[in-house]
């Protein structure tokens, strides 16, 4: 894939986790557990491979982009966050992966689109900073 369409690819899986986040009701799991000393190495690692995961998914099937971020946040779960996370980021990643895992699996493209539309503004805040620690910490690789 080239770089560009890596980067788009990013950018949009980056909004998928912007309108996870925001999503503001009691979700499912308990991602306040999720372990706080993975090495960034390993989180990046993780996190970009949801761009191609995702992408491979939904380009067959739209509705196994769902599927692909369930699975993603419950492995991004288990490996948790980086200790130099700053606890808004925290704040994001754990709303992402609860929403996550309230995903229908039925869900589709136009379904996650409509995802955040009514947002609290401390939720916006925290994808907001989940979104721009991901995109200043785990650069895609060109």
């Keep these: 894939m080239t770089a560009m ?9 980056l909004v998928l986790v912007s309108g996870l986040t925001a999503c503001s009701d009691d979700g499912g799991g308990n ?6 000393d993975a090495s960034l190495d390993e989180f990046c ?3 970009n491979g949801l761009v191609a995961d995702v992408l491979a998914k939904a380009s067959a099937d739209p509705s196994a982009m769902v599927r692909a971020v369930k699975e993603w946040a419950a492995d991004i779960g288990e490996l948790g ?8 980021a925290r704040s994001g990643f754990e709303l992402f992966i609860e929403q996550a895992a309230d995903l229908d699996e039925d869900a589709g493209l136009e379904d996650l689109q409509k995802l955040g539309s009514e947002l609290s503004e401390d939720d916006q805040a925290a994808g907001q900073a ?13």
Aim: some cysteine.
């Design 81 to 88: 966050t980086p200790a130099e996370m700053p606890d808004e």
């Design 31 to 36: 991602a306040a557990d999720a372990p706080s």
């Design 130 to 142: 989940f979104t721009e620690w991901t995109q200043e910490n785990c650069p895609l690789d060109e």
């Design 5 to 13: 369409l890596r980067r788009l690819a990013a950018g949009g899986v």
């Design 45 to 47: 690692e993780a996190f």
